[in-house]
C-alpha cells in the first residue's frame, strides 16, 4: 500500500502556495500591462533581442553612441507633441523650427552676441513661434493641422533665405559643445531628463491635468473652470521651444547648420514615436515616457537595419511595415489591458 508523501492538510497548503504564487504573477502581469507603455516596451526589447542575434556589432561601445543618436532628437521632439496631442491638437511645424534655431544663434553670434545668450534667445523665439501657433488656432479658430503647415512652408522659406541655402559651420567648443550635444551621449542626457521632466509635468501638475482634461473633453473642461484656450497656446509653446533646443542640440552635435536638416522627416519621426508610444491622435489620452519607448524602437530599428546593410530604397518600406506591426501588437495588448481592468 503507497504512503502518502503529504498529509492532507499539506497538500492543501502546497496548493493554496501555488496558487498564491500564480496569483501574485497575474496581478503583476495586469499592473505591467495596465500601463500604456507596456506593450511598444515589450514590442521594444524583442526588436532589441533580433538585431542582438542578427546584426553584427550591434552591442557594441560605438554602436550604442550611433544608437543614442539616433533616439534623442525624435524623443526631446515627441516630448512636445505629446503635449499638445493629449490637448487634440497637433503641431506640423516642428520640424522647421528644428532647422530654424541654430541660424538664430549662429547669427546672432555673428552679431556679437555671447553664445549662451544666442542659445536662450533663439529658444525665446522659438517659444514665440509657438505662441503665434497657439493664437491662431485658439483664438481665431483655425484648426491646428492647417495652422502649422502653414508655418511650415514659412519658417522653411525664411530659413532658406537667410541661410542663403548654404550649411555653415556651428559656432562654439569646449564646455559648450560638450552641454549642447557635441559629448558622447549629451544629446541622449538631455531626452532622458526632457522626457521625466515632461511626464512629471503631465502627471503630477495642474497644467498636465488641465492638458489631459482639454482633450478629453473640451467643452466640459471649459464649462469646469479649465482655460483650455491658454492650456493648448502653452502647449503649443513647449513644442516649438523643445524643437529648437533640438535642432540646437543636433547642429552642434554634426558641427554643420543646414537649412534642409530639418523638415517632414523629423516630424513625422516624432509624431510617430508619440503615437507608437501610446498617446492618442484623438486627444485625451497620452504618456511621454511612452513616446521616449517610442523613440527608442524607431532608433534602434534604424540602427539594426543600417548595420544590415538595408537599402535605402527598402527601408521605408520596412519601416511602415515595422511601425504597423508595433501599432497592431500596441492595439491588442490595449484591448486585453481593457478587458483584464474591466473583468
Known amino acids: 500500500m503507497a504512503i502518502p508523501t503529504q498529509a492532507p492538510s499539506e497538500q492543501a497548503a502546497s496548493a493554496g502556495a501555488e496558487a ?16 500604456r507603455e ?10 532589441a533581442i533580433y538585431f542582438y542575434f542578427n546584426a553584427l556589432h550591434f552591442v557594441s561601445s560605438d554602436n550604442a553612441r550611433t544608437l543614442a543618436t539616433f533616439i534623442a532628437a525624435p524623443a526631446i521632439l515627441a516630448a512636445g507633441e ?28 555673428d552679431g556679437g552676441v555671447p553664445l549662451v545668450l544666442c542659445v536662450v534667445l533663439a529658444l525665446v523665439a522659438c517659444t ?17 493641422f492647417v495652422t502649422t503647415l502653414g508655418m511650415f512652408f514659412l519658417l522653411n522659406g525664411v530659413t532658406l533665405t537667410i541661410a542663403h541655402g548654404r550649411p555653415s559651420d556651428t559656432p562654439g567648443s569646449g564646455t559648450y559643445a560638450n552641454i549642447f550635444g557635441g559629448g558622447a551621449y549629451s544629446e541622449f542626457i538631455w531626452a532622458v531628463c526632457i522626457a521625466i521632466a ?25 464649462e469646469a473652470g479649465v482655460k483650455v484656450r491658454l492650456v493648448a497656446t502653452r502647449n503649443f509653446m513647449l513644442a516649438s521651444g523643445l ?52 523613440a527608442t524602437f524607431l532608433g534602434i530599428l534604424k540602427d ?26 500596441n492595439v491588442y495588448v490595449g484591448r486585453i489591458r481593457r478587458g483584464s481592468i474591466g473583468a
Do not use: C
Open 128 to 144: 514665440g513661434i509657438g505662441l503665434v501657433n497657439g493664437l491662431i488656432t485658439t483664438v481665431i479658430g483655425v484648426s491646428s
Open 304 to 329: 539594426g537595419f543600417t548595420i544590415q546593410g538595408v537599402s535605402a530604397f527598402t527601408f521605408d518600406l520596412i519601416l511602415g511595415v515595422a511601425i504597423l506591426v508595433a501599432m497592431i501588437v
Open 198 to 222: 515632461i511626464q512629471f509635468l503631465l502627471m503630477r501638475t495642474r497644467w498636465g491635468l488641465h492638458t489631459i482634461a482639454t482633450g478629453g473633453n473640451r467643452l466640459g473642461a471649459s
Open 38 to 47: 507596456a506593450s511598444i516596451l515589450v514590442v521594444t526589447i524583442a526588436l
Open 82 to 109: 505629446v503635449m499638445l496631442m493629449i490637448s487634440g491638437e497637433i503641431d506640423l511645424s516642428v520640424g522647421q523650427v528644428y532647422a530654424f534655431a541654430p541660424f538664430i544663434v549662429l547669427k546672432l553670434h
Open 20 to 35: 498564491h504564487r500564480r496569483s501574485g504573477w497575474a496581478k503583476a502581469a495586469d499592473t505591467f500591462f495596465a500601463r
Open 243 to 294: 524643437a529648437g533646443l533640438t535642432g540646437i542640440l543636433e547642429s552642434v552635435r554634426i558641427t554643420s547648420t543646414d537649412p534642409s536638416a530639418g523638415g517632414a522627416e523629423i516630424m513625422f519621426t516624432a509624431i510617430s514615436a508619440a503615437v507608437i508610444g501610446g498617446t492618442l491622435l484623438a486627444g485625451g489620452s497620452g504618456t511621454v515616457i511612452g513616446a521616449f519607448i517610442g
